[in-house]
């Protein structure tokens, strides 16, 4: 979409968009028996007459799923409900063998939440409502591309105990649902509710998108998008629906509620079926499964126990740290990153330091290994301990960065890989000086425009030493030695 589109749309037209977010809790099995819920194994084997729907099998409840759910429903500012129920959701798929989902309907787990999002591109801020968050069982995967002409069905992933997370039509932009989501995976990831993967199919999103003219307040007939496999996938599936949508507004046409399915290689949408109602999946009490009573005791006690939450984080941060805004939010962007930059922070004792070095080395690292901060080589005590040979003086900044490739290639202390490969810092002046005369020798034209007055100059020359020692050489020394053997 051209920006002179965009200018013109957004000011004729309003989007107005809801999300629909399917999060798969971490459990070590299924929502209602003891198959497996492990992401990755054979087709098929993770499975048991409960969840193929085997007559005569009943489903029993998993506890650790219903205590996952009511501490995302929490930390979303949900009300958690005492009594909740489990229905019969009726539709027919190839990969639900029971020809039914066991989710919750009219009375739900949790509702009346909200989530605040900010930084966004105006430095606007607001807050989205979530409708309810509540309980439910994933159908299994239908593959359409490994077999020509046929589909293959894997039901591994069939009764893994899901949360569905519907927010109120808040949003009135795709960066706002964008925002939103990413907002909304941060939180699950402090909690650790879930793995929120959106390749492993962990959190998946629905979108309902409407249109209408600016001013008015009644929401217009929306469509639900599907098929999008990244956040920026839900941000350009949006913008391009809201287009059509508004092409056929303002031809006269009216918009039919169906399913829409994004073509993120053609970037466009295309109809998939006419949308369900509610009445369409015939609702009704799941006669299997009695009500889900909580203890409000227990729900109190979950909510004691939830960990520091991003938002809390942040703030934290930039007291106790005296962090900018951007490294703030960069180093909180997942907890475990958080985690690392503290272990450092408190063991070398500059925040700051720190923070450069975590932004930079580390990620810079890290993106280029496609690895994760699990599995750094580079614990954070010893990075805390390269840090510390940086301030005393044992080390140059140069022979710092030789330390760490050291580091990441062995996983040995920096103390034994600077000792080992000679790069503790030397501040002799005759071997400065020795080094310096070199240079000098090899570089007489920069040597001498620098006496005559380049002071450009100094930085080629000093760079020419350091290389020359190999990181080793005092730089604050060798400033000196350079000016006062130079003559300037």
């Not at 004729?12 to 992401?39: D, P």
């Not at 069905?153 to 808040?170: C, F, H, K, M, T």
């Not at 501040?427 to 020798?441: P, R």
Request: charged share 25%; net charge negative.
């Amino acid at each position: 979409m051209s920006a002179t589109t965009a200018a013109s749309l957004a000011a004729e037209w309003e989007m107005v968009v809801g999300l629909e977010v399917h999060v798969q809790l971490k459990t070590r099995t299924k929502a209602f028996c003891s198959c497996s819920a492990e992401y990755g194994a054979p087709p098929n084997v993770n499975t048991c007459p409960v969840c193929l729907a085997l007559p005569g099998a009943l489903p029993a409840l998993n506890e650790r799923a219903v205590e996952l759910a009511t501490r995302a429903a929490l930390a979303l500012n949900c009300t958690v409900h005492p009594v909740s129920v489990f229905a019969r959701k009726n539709y027919f798929y190839p990969d639900l063998p029971k020809g039914y989902q066991i989710s919750q309907f009219d009375r739900p787990l949790a509702t009346a939440g909200h989530v605040e999002i900010g930084a966004l591109r105006d430095g606007s801020s607001t807050r989205i409502g979530v409708t309810r968050v509540h309980m439910e069982e994933d159908a299994g995967k239908s593959v359409h591309d490994r077999y020509p002409g046929v589909t293959a069905i894997d039901l591994n992933r069939a009764g893994v105990p899901l949360i569905e997370i519907v927010s109120e039509p808040d949003m009135r932009s795709a960066e706002e649902a964008g925002a939103y989501l990413r907002v909304l995976k941060q939180i699950l990831e402090y909690l650790d509710v879930s793995d929120v993967s959106m390749e492993e199919g962990s959190l998946r999103v629905d979108a309902n998108v409407s249109a209408r003219r600016r001013g008015e307040t009644k929401l217009g007939t929306k469509t639900e998008v599907k098929n999008m496999n990244s956040f920026s996938g839900v941000e350009r599936a949006l913008e391009m629906e809201f287009v059509r949508q508004v092409g056929v507004l303002a031809a006269g046409g009216r918009v039919q509620q169906q399913t829409m399915l994004w073509d993120g290689n053609a970037g466009a949408v295309r109809p998939s079926r006419t949308k369900e109602g509610s009445h369409d999946y015939r609702y009704f009490p799941e006669p299997d499964l009695p009500p889900l009573v909580l203890a409000t005791e227990w729900i109190d006690r979950v909510k004691h126990d939830l960990p520091e939450l991003p938002a809390e984080r942040r703030t934290r941060f930039a007291t106790d740290y005296a962090l900018g805004a951007y490294d703030v939010d960069l180093l909180t962007g997942s907890p475990r990153l958080a985690d690392y930059y503290e272990e450092v922070a408190r063991a070398h004792g500059d925040p700051k330091v720190a923070a450069n070095w975590v932004m930079g080395e580390v990620l810079a690292q890290l993106k280029a290994s496609g690895g994760g901060i699990d599995t750094f080589r580079v614990r954070p005590q010893d990075l805390a301990g390269l840090l510390n040979l940086l301030r005393d003086g044992i080390v140059s900044h140069t022979a710092a960065k030789q330390v760490f490739a050291g580091m990441l290639a062995t996983g040995d202390p920096p103390a034994q890989i600077a000792e080992r490969d000679g790069l503790i810092k030397v501040d002799d002046d005759a071997q400065l000086a020795a080094w310096l005369d070199e240079v000098v020798a090899e570089m007489p034209t920069e040597a001498e425009r620098f006496r005559a007055g380049e002071r450009k100059l100094q930085g080629v020359l000093i760079g020419a030493v350091m290389k020359k020692s190999k990181g080793r050489a005092d730089p604050r020394k060798l400033n000196q030695l350079l000016s006062s053997r130079l003559g300037t």
